[in-house]
């Protein structure tokens, strides 16, 4: 093969590929600008691999602010430029951790479109971007390295199959440091669950790397899951993201535990209505564990802002006095924030089933103050 170089063209009949260098997300990232010279001489296409998505664009996760400089020149550089009528085809929707959290789930867009409303289009001014972008982006993977590794090859991806537990023996495991990791969904979780454990939904977008947010590399997981299938998908999903100890999952779940006599928690569930009624009588404080760009566009008004990834770290700010009730987008986040807190901060703790969609949907208002 041929090493490609910025500005390459390959021609496959009619249609010509021009290869853009975009640096940013990564220092090799390119765009490929599509033109199909049987339909006319200006470009149809362009495929922006992970430099712009729908509403968002790439995170230079490991890149910093140089990298974030980078960024900023090649969507001026190379996509800016282009006619509004350019179609858009990234490489990722929402979901994916290469973007920030206002990536749409549709597959298409425009220049056109992307240019008026994605929100990284909206700076002129270099450092200003540099600093909207630097906002979302989570901190280095503690296991970065073993990442890598798997990656390239050198560590097997998968990790060996946890054995089955009863409940006992996943207290004593978590008695001795284990990490109870309940994969069911909030409200199932919220129900009942075992003392301490651990709260994200394994059909929740970026499940492993969420999880990997709080439990650190080498640290031992049990797991609940509400499905068989769903032991063998965690498995797989956390070894990706460097942690390799699932070490059992109960295999009698709930059931198991509550006959075995175990320290049951429940997190009441309460919905925007309840929340909204709730402020008028000054009865809790709202904690909002969202990315920043998702406060800066609107927040219920006199929330703490204390983003999922810095809860743990940030505990101390949130008073222990009063009821709090926790909110995010739709509901899934603030769950997980709940389990990882209520270990080192009072309740009550109440989850915002629907979040902020909820909230806006009520016709409550919002403040970005």
């Known amino acids: 093969h041929a090493p490609l170089v910025d500005g390459d063209t ?9 290869i853009c260098h975009a640096p940013g997300h990564t220092p090799d990232s390119i765009c490929v600008l599509v033109t199909d010279h049987a339909r006319g001489t200006e470009p ?4 922006t691999g992970d430099t712009l998505f729908v509403g968002s664009v790439g995170r230079p996760d490991l890149g910093g602010v140089s990298a974030a400089e980078d960024l900023w020149q090649s969507l001026r550089r190379v996509l800016q430029p282009l006619p509004d009528g350019v179609e858009v085809y990234p490489a990722h929707g929402a979901g994916s951790a290469c973007g920030g959290g206002a990536m749409s789930a549709k597959a298409a867009s425009t220049i056109g479109f992307e240019r008026r409303f994605n929100p990284a289009f909206r700076f002129d001014d270099k450092a200003r971007f540099v600093d909207f972008i630097m906002q979302g982006v989570p901190p280095k993977p503690a296991a970065f390295e073993t990442i890598v590794a798997k990656n390239r090859g050198l560590l097997p991806l998968t990790a060996a199959k946890p054995r089955p537990m009863s409940a006992r023996e996943a207290w004593e495991a978590a008695q001795a440091g284990a990490v109870v990791l309940d994969l069911r969904d909030p409200g199932t979780h919220g129900e009942a669950h075992p003392a301490g454990a651990l709260n994200v939904w394994i059909d929740g977008p970026q499940f492993a790397e969420r999880v990997a947010g709080f439990v650190t590399p080498g640290t031992r997981v049990v797991v609940l899951a509400q499905a068989p299938s769903d032991v063998d998908r965690a498995v797989q999903a956390l070894s990706r993201v ?37 402020l008028e009588a000054d009865g809790a404080v709202v904690v909002d564990v969202r990315e920043p760009f998702e406060w800066l566009e609107g927040h219920v008004p006199g929330a703490l802002h204390v983003p999922m990834f810095e809860a743990v770290a940030r505990a101390s700010e949130l008073p222990a006095d ?5 909110v995010c987008a739709g509901g ?8 990882a807190l209520k270990r080192r901060v009072p ?23």
């Open 10 to 18: 390959l021609r496959l009949g009619q249609v010509e590929l021009k």
């Open 44 to 47: 149809w296409f362009v495929l």
């Open 242 to 278: 460097g942690i390799d100890e699932v070490v059992g999952y109960l295999q009698w779940g709930m059931i198991d535990w509550r006959d075995a006599g175990l320290p049951v928690e429940s997190v009441p569930q309460i919905t925007a209505y309840d929340l909204h009624t709730l």
């Open 322 to 326: 009063r009821p709090k009730a926790v």
């Open 332 to 339: 899934l986040r603030s769950s997980t924030t709940i389990s």
């Open 347 to 369: 309740g009550p703790w109440l989850n915002v089933t629907g979040g902020m969609a909820a909230w806006l949907k009520a016709g409550y208002g919002v403040t970005k103050a």
